[in-house]
């Protein structure tokens, strides 16, 4: 039987999971270990009792989500051996105060909608909230608990279902009036593994393995990522409202450290601030009746770590980075192409996917380009183009700019939109390109979620 486990990018995420609860168990219990040592030393002061408090304390903190992250690993990895994945429109309901968001599945063959909880921290849970366009794949069993993923199954979240007979109408409710039950059923992910393995099954699950296959295949046939179906998922990704960035100067007429978005790419803004502990801890080292000493000394230490750790990446390759988009975006020869501007659902990183340009609505993508997000932890989407498709003049590219080795900057709109990566050519027919495409735009059938 196919189960999710049998998706790399799925073991792949799991063991990611489960390594960073493992480092965290054993970096609480040296942190009590430590907290320990300094109870024990034979020194009669104050600040070796607030020491051994402070580390004891934050160790047991530590230990204790660690602990508690081991425990969802095994959660999750016995739902994901149990059966295969699934694709579902979702939508997110906020709670309101410290309480997670809500997670509502649309359940297409039950006809139902299914209310999850997110047992997961901001940092994690924030990575996979669904956006305009949004799809989640499902493992489990909505009423005793199961995994939820953006497309592609590597970012795994434990939800539950939310408690309480009146919470989950009414968080049903507000999925509803959020337009869950309008939208299409998306495509359902395809299996990482086809058929059975040696002297396993028989003739009838092989068929119905064959079946499966060729109906997956069928399925891929129409929803191929032309720049029609692209476009369409483009617009609706894009939120009203995101607004245009604030005016900077012109890359074209000034140096690179004068262009405020090539300041933050190099991280030259974050270099500029980072003295700002090491400033703070000075000042209460002056006030020594209301900051103990190795406070201050610890506010210093980490100062100084900040300071250190912003300009070694400055040096060694944000201003390099700065100086070389710079160069980019001034390069003759612009190219013109078709962008749609996409979403990554881990984290809603901006990625371009550019096509031919005086092409036709049936353009299969050419290439991909990620961005940096221009706006701020409020507004990540701030600054971006206020299309979400149309024409872009690519500079930079390889071929006829004779300026040694460039980066891919688009011009959208008269002005750049600085990328994250380097620009990714596609090849027809490349499995791991068709995966990403459906990664960033879910394919969806005609037909919408049944209400309930």
Request: aromatic share 6%; net charge positive.
């Amino acid at each position: 039987m196919e189960c999710a486990l049998d998706r790399e990018a799925t073991r792949r995420g799991l063991g990611r999971y489960r390594r960073q609860a493992v480092r965290g168990t054993g970096a609480g219990a040296a942190l009590v270990g430590l907290g320990l040592v300094f109870v024990l030393l034979p020194v009669d002061a104050s600040w070796a009792s607030d020491v051994a408090a402070g580390l004891g304390t934050t160790g047991l903190i530590v230990l204790g989500i660690a602990l508690s992250a081991l425990r969802s690993a095994g959660r999750m990895r016995r739902a994901l051996a149990a059966g295969p994945w699934s694709a579902h429109p979702a939508v997110a309901v906020v709670r309101g105060g410290m309480v997670p968001p809500s997670i509502v599945l649309g359940d297409r063959a039950g006809g139902r909608a299914w209310p999850l909880t997110m047992a997961a921290t901001k940092q994690r849970y924030e990575r996979v909230l669904p956006g305009p366009d949004a799809v989640l794949w499902w493992c489990g069993d909505p009423d005793r608990g199961g995994v939820i993923a953006p497309p592609g199954g590597e970012e795994l979240i434990w939800a539950r279902a939310v408690r309480g007979y009146h919470t989950r109408n009414r968080t049903v409710g507000l999925a509803a009036a959020e337009g869950l039950f309008d939208r299409p059923a998306p495509v359902q992910p395809r299996g990482s593994r086809i058929g059975f393995p040696e002297g396993e099954g028989d003739s009838g699950t092989g068929a119905r393995a064959e079946a499966g296959t060729r109906a997956r295949a069928e399925a891929q046939d129409r929803h191929p990522p032309t720049y029609a179906v692209l476009a369409a998922a483009a617009r609706r990704q894009a939120l009203p409202g995101t607004g245009r960035a604030r005016r900077e100067a012109d890359v074209r007429a000034v140096p690179w450290w004068r262009v405020r978005s090539l300041r933050h790419v190099a991280g030259l803004s974050r270099l500029l601030i980072s003295p700002v502990p090491v400033v703070t801890g000075l000042l209460m080292l002056g006030r020594p009746e209301d900051y103990p000493a190795v406070v201050a000394y610890a506010v210093i230490a980490f100062g100084v770590g900040l300071v250190l750790h912003s300009g070694r990446r400055f040096l060694t390759s944000g201003r390099a980075i700065a100086r070389l988009l710079a160069r980019s975006a001034r390069a003759p020869g612009p190219v013109p192409k078709r962008y749609a501007l996409l979403f990554d659902p881990v984290g809603g990183a901006p990625v371009l996917v550019l096509f031919p340009h005086g092409g036709g609505p049936e353009d299969l993508p050419e290439a991909v380009l990620r961005l940096y997000p221009p706006g701020t932890l409020a507004k990540p989407r701030k600054g971006l183009p206020s299309a979400p498709s149309g024409p872009v003049e690519l500079r930079g590219l390889p071929a006829g700019t004779g300026q040694g080795e460039l980066a891919v900057v688009p011009w959208i709109e008269g002005r750049p939109v600085w990328p994250a990566g380097p620009y990714e050519e596609l090849r027809p027919g490349d499995p791991a390109a068709r995966e990403y495409l459906e990664r960033l735009a879910p394919p969806q059938e005609t037909s919408g979620v049944p209400a309930p």
